[in-house]
Structures are given as C-alpha cells and as structure tokens.
C-alpha cells in the first residue's frame, strides 16, 4: 500500500477497513474528520508521516484490504447494511453497556473514581445515538429509498437538511467517545480489576471502532452519495456535505 497526499483517512480506510485500529491506536480521526488527508493529520498530531505510512503498509500487507464490498453498493443497500450491520449493533450493546458500567463503577468505584464518569458518560452516549438511530431508520434511510424512487421534495424539504441533523449528531458522537476513552484512561485495564471490569474496556474500545466505522460510511459514503442525486434533481440548489 502506496499512501499518497491525496489520498485522505476516509479513503484509506473504505478502501482497507483492517487499517482502522491503527488509526484509532494513533488518535488519527478517520470519521467525522476524514476528510483530511494522512499527511495533514500527521501534521496536526505531531506524527512523522513515513513512520505512519509504513505501519499502514505493514499492517495491508498482512491483513488485505478486509470487508470492503458496502463501498459497491447501492443508495438503499448500504442503508440497509448500515441499519443491520451497526444499528443493530447498537441497538443491543448500549443498554447492555450502560448496565455493565453502573455495575463495575458501583464494585469498583472507590478504588477507582473514574469509573462514575465512565457510567456516566456511557449513558450520555446511549442518549444521544438511540435517538439518532430512530431517526435515520423512521426519517432519513426511508427518505432516500423515496429519492432513489425518484421523490423530489419531502416535509422536511430535502434529504440535505435530515443529512445536516445527522452529520451535527455524528460529531456530537465523536465528542462523547474522545471524552470517555479519555476518562476510561485509553481503556487501560488496572491490576485489580475483575472479569467484568475488563470485558466493559473491551466492549467499550469495540464500540468506539465500531461507531468510527459507522460514522465513516455514512458521512463519506452514503450522505455525499444522497447529496448528489438530490443535486441531479435540484441543480440550482447545488450543497456542500463533507465526504472524499
């Protein structure tokens, strides 16, 4: 793998998913700043660009480009993926979650204050993304299934204004996750801890990536590809949605 300055984080990885750990293990922001190319963002983090280029290369030459076949599909298939690849996800994991963190902060808490705002920005997070995914499945994927049927206009106007919502919440998303890996110290388990306590780090860094991964297809993938076929019908009205 050849990464060149063009290429940006969200490219590289809808084109090599297996290279996603290393860009969450680095700090790099490959979802709701994905538009950034590798250089800038090494730039910006203060990293030496070759170093990271090769570790990328290290790691496609080993694991191959992974699950890439939603980046072929179409407006309505990759809603359908998304919906039961991540919602679904989190649909069952969140309130899981929030459970496991109320019971680890409750055994371990005083030998482990940081635990209370692990619980509690776990519940913050479910908060904000239950509804969000009420949303797409009720409002936004069925709007775009109707403008791939050939719908112009809908209450809310155009599928570019839910898009906007979306893309806010998604960054609100971003935020809530940088805090809680902040607070849960990079999901470094201590000595101490039991069972439970390392299977809620271990879910809650796979949640993160999973949630990286969902934000990727659809404010690069999906939203850009739903802002353009909108546009073909609205040319006069010509908007900008961040994607590669």
């Known amino acids: 793998m050849t990464a060149t300055r063009e290429e940006t984080l969200a490219e590289l990885v809808s084109a090599r998913p297996a290279l996603a750990p290393i ?25 030496d ?19 890439t076949g939603w980046t072929e599909l ?5 809603a ?21 963190a109320e019971k680890v902060a409750g ?19 479910r908060a904000d993304l239950e509804p969000h995914l ?11 299934a109707a403008l791939v049927a050939g719908r112009r206009h809908f209450p809310f106007g155009t599928v570019v204004n839910p898009i906007r919502t979306m893309t806010v919440e ?22 101490d801890a039991c069972a439970s306590y390392r299977s809620l780090y271990e879910r809650l860094e796979a949640l993160e990536l999973d949630t990286h991964l969902h934000v ?4 690069h993938v999906l939203f850009p590809r739903a802002v353009a076929l909108q546009v073909t019908f609205d040319p006069g009205h010509p908007v900008a949605v961040s994607g590669p």
């Open 74 to 78: 179409g407006l309505v298939d990759l």
């Open 23 to 47: 860009f969450e293990r680095l700090g790099l922001d490959y979802c709701c700043n994905g538009n950034r190319t590798l250089a800038d963002a090494c730039a910006a983090a203060g990293l």
């Open 216 to 219: 990727l297809k659809e404010n």
């Open 80 to 100: 359908e993926h998304v919906v039961a690849t991540h919602h679904a996800y989190l649909h069952g994991e969140l309130p899981a979650l929030a459970a496991l």
């Open 170 to 191: 998604h960054d609100r998303a971003g935020e809530l996750l940088a805090r809680l890996r902040a607070a849960a110290r990079g999901f470094l388990v201590p000595d």
């Open 49 to 67: 660009r070759s170093e990271v280029a090769a570790a990328l290369a290290a790691v496609a030459a080993v694991a191959g480009g992974g699950d």
């Open 134 to 144: 009420a949303k797409e499945e009720r409002v936004l994927f069925p709007a775009i």
């Open 107 to 125: 055994v371990h808490g005083e030998r482990h204050p940081e635990l209370a705002e692990v619980a509690a920005l776990v519940h913050e997070l």
